[in-house]
């Protein structure tokens, strides 16, 4: 029997429209995992092991990886140095003279904290994105919490030529706390070899600053980090938000593949400028977002902060 002729344009319209691509999020014992249009994006390691929760690895929408292996699942052209920089994490590496930043089990050194996951407060899935927002302590050498961080972190099906996602931080004061002025802090990125700029690698800020020498301590909305990986010319940017603390923030760029966002960094950068730490009373909150994307070569960066700064 034939279908109505009626129903043939609405037939056609739902074959011919593409499905809405979703984000799927799983939560396991150890870490939680994003799926988007069923393909696998990153895991939020939970990081008993390593001190403090990373996000890895981030992958590309054709599914090639942009963080480094090494030490998670090591590659053998991966850089071994610096063992703390896991994929995509949060820290400090100078609050109140504890580091939370270089705290990878493997060191000894004095004062090194750990930022320790709590629990999944909730999780939100829907056409076309998907979040969780987790709580996390900050506790000290001592066993002390000084920090309640409460993070979302919400993953987008769209643009389907690329992967993005934002960070919305919350910190707590616990007690009277200073973000010191230094580089290491507060989001930070580790590419893989392919971006460094040894191997063609390029940094570039809003401003068109290059390269580590153009970009480092420099003050930028977002920097965007092209390479040649494996064929495929793409970028990773990461960007501030106009509400942020000291927005446009300083970049931490080594030309390794390292890519931080360091509000509280300015001294650190030029001598002769005014310290720019940050000091939290005991229950106050600082707010932060970020955006990452990873995206061809050819997008317009631009346009995606102008869309995240309206947010």
């Known amino acids: 029997m034939k279908p109505s002729l009626l129903l043939i344009p609405a037939l056609l319209a739902i074959l011919l429209s593409p499905a809405t691509a979703q984000v799927k999020i799983d939560i396991k014992q150890d870490r939680i995992s994003v799926d988007i249009g069923q393909q696998p994006f990153t895991e939020l390691y939970m990081g008993k092991e390593a001190h403090k929760p990373f996000l890895y690895p981030l992958r590309t929408a054709s599914?090639?990886?942009?963080?480094?292996?090494?030490?998670?699942?090591?590659?053998?052209?991966?850089?071994?140095?610096?063992?703390?920089?896991?994929?995509?994490?949060?820290?400090?590496?100078?609050?109140?003279?504890?580091?939370?930043?270089?705290?990878?089990?493997?060191?000894?050194?004095?004062?090194?904290g750990t930022i320790v996951f709590k629990d999944v407060l909730n999780t939100r899935q829907e056409d076309g994105q998907g979040s969780f927002t987790m709580l996390s302590e900050w506790i000290s050498l001592e066993g002390e919490p000084v920090l309640t961080e409460t993070r979302t972190m919400t993953f987008y099906a769209a643009p389907r030529d690329c992967r993005m996602f934002d960070v919305d931080l919350h910190l707590r004061a616990k007690r009277a706390v200073t973000f010191e002025d230094h580089h290491d802090s507060v989001i930070g990125i580790r590419l893989g070899p392919a971006f460094d700029e040894k191997n063609g690698g390029r940094p570039v800020n809003a401003q068109g600053g290059a390269g580590e020498r153009g970009t480092r301590g420099q003050r930028?909305?977002?920097?965007?980090?092209?390479?040649?990986?494996?064929?495929?010319?793409?970028?990773?940017?990461?960007?501030?938000?106009?509400?942020?603390?000291?927005?446009?923030?300083?970049?931490?760029?080594?030309?390794?593949?390292?890519?931080?966002?360091?509000?509280?960094?300015?001294?650190?950068?030029?001598?002769?400028?005014?310290?720019?730490?940050?000091?939290?009373?005991?229950?106050?909150?600082?707010?932060?977002?970020?955006?990452?994307?990873i995206h061809p070569a050819t997008a317009d960066v631009a346009a995606v902060f102008k869309e995240f700064s309206a947010k």
């Open 63 to 112: 599914g090639k990886k942009v963080s480094r292996g090494f030490p998670v699942e090591p590659l053998p052209d991966d850089p071994t140095d610096h063992p703390h920089q896991k994929g995509l994490w949060v820290g400090s590496e100078h609050l109140s003279g504890m580091d939370f930043w270089e705290n990878d089990p493997s060191y000894h050194r004095p004062n090194m």
């Open 220 to 293: 930028s909305e977002w920097v965007d980090w092209q390479a040649n990986l494996d064929g495929e010319k793409v970028g990773v940017a990461l960007m501030d938000h106009l509400s942020n603390f000291a927005f446009p923030t300083r970049w931490h760029i080594r030309s390794m593949g390292l890519l931080v966002a360091s509000p509280f960094a300015q001294h650190d950068y030029w001598a002769l400028a005014p310290d720019s730490g940050k000091t939290l009373k005991a229950g106050e909150e600082l707010h932060l977002r970020y955006r990452i994307l």
